[in-house]
T-cell receptor, first 111, second 116 residues
Framework: AQSVTQLGSHVSVSEGALVLLRCNYSSSVPPYLFWYVQYPNQGLQLLLKYTSAATLVKGINGFEAEFKKSETSFHLTKPSAHMSDAAEYFCAVSNTDKLIFGTGTRLQVFP | KAGVTQTPRYLIKTRGQQVTLSCSPISGHRSVSWYQQTPGQGLQFLFEYFSETQRNKGNFPGRFSGRQFSNSRSEMNVSTLELGDSALYLC???????????????FGEGSRLTVL
């Protein structure tokens, strides 16, 4: 069975600070991993995905994530947070025909 | 290119009633998936339709059903509503090629259902 665990339901950072959102996965096969973002009152939007190519994946809005097989992790980072990054972020793993989402991490950015 | 459109955006029902939600996918997308989002349970997969056939189903009771039309538009229905059905229902479309999901789902803004 495949699953993802997001550590920390809430993360707060100051504007300009590093953003680090943690995701660990469990998968019996080489995983496909994803990060989605949800802004208030909106649906989810794909930030980036890993599908067994380069282990460092760059996404939209300056976000990137690194696939580390030895640590079963796929953490999301951004060097400098903007106020507009405030949203909920979901890590997900592909299970054949569907995505399995983590419980989400709400990111707050303070001025 | 128009995105995924869900209607209605907000609705209020009472226990025991039934509700139908609609989803129009991105043009050319043949797969439509439905998710239920609640604060307590997060995002839970309901079902996926591809070319009018249910291809995958989550762990929800039979009160939750869906269908897909020949133009790829999809509807989901919840009968005999319960208080716990209050949630944001999200529809997502994708090209839906066979095999492992590439994860490129395009989500609508959701239908927020409140059951009183």
């Amino acid at each position: 069975a495949q699953s993802v665990t997001q550590l920390g339901s809430h993360v707060s950072v100051s504007e300009g600070a590093l953003v680090l959102l943690r995701c660990n996965y469990s998968s019996s096969v080489p995983p496909y991993l994803f990060w989605y973002v949800q802004y208030p009152n909106q649906g989810l939007q794909l930030l980036l995905k890993y599908t067994s190519a380069a282990t460092l994946v760059k996404g939209i809005n300056g976000f990137e994530a690194e696939f580390k097989k030895s640590e079963t992790s796929f953490h999301l980072t951004k060097p400098s947070a903007h106020m507009s990054d405030a949203a909920e972020y979901f890590c997900a793993v592909s299970n054949t025909d569907k995505l399995i989402f983590g419980t989400g991490t709400r990111l707050q950015v303070f001025p | 290119k128009a995105g995924v459109t869900q209607t209605p955006r907000y609705l209020i029902k009472t226990r025991g009633q039934q509700v139908t939600l609609s989803c129009s996918p991105i043009s050319g997308h043949r797969s439509v998936s439905w998710y239920q989002q609640t604060p307590g349970q997060g995002l839970q997969f309901l079902f996926e339709y591809f070319s009018e056939t249910q291809r995958n189903k989550g762990n929800f009771p039979g009160r939750f059903s869906g269908r897909q039309f020949s133009n790829s538009r999809s509807e989901m229905n919840v009968s005999t509503l319960e208080l716990g059905d209050s949630a944001l229902y999200l529809c997502a479309s994708s090209l839906g090629t066979s095999g492992r999901s590439t994860g490129e789902l395009f989500f609508g803004e959701g239908s927020r259902l409140t059951v009183l």
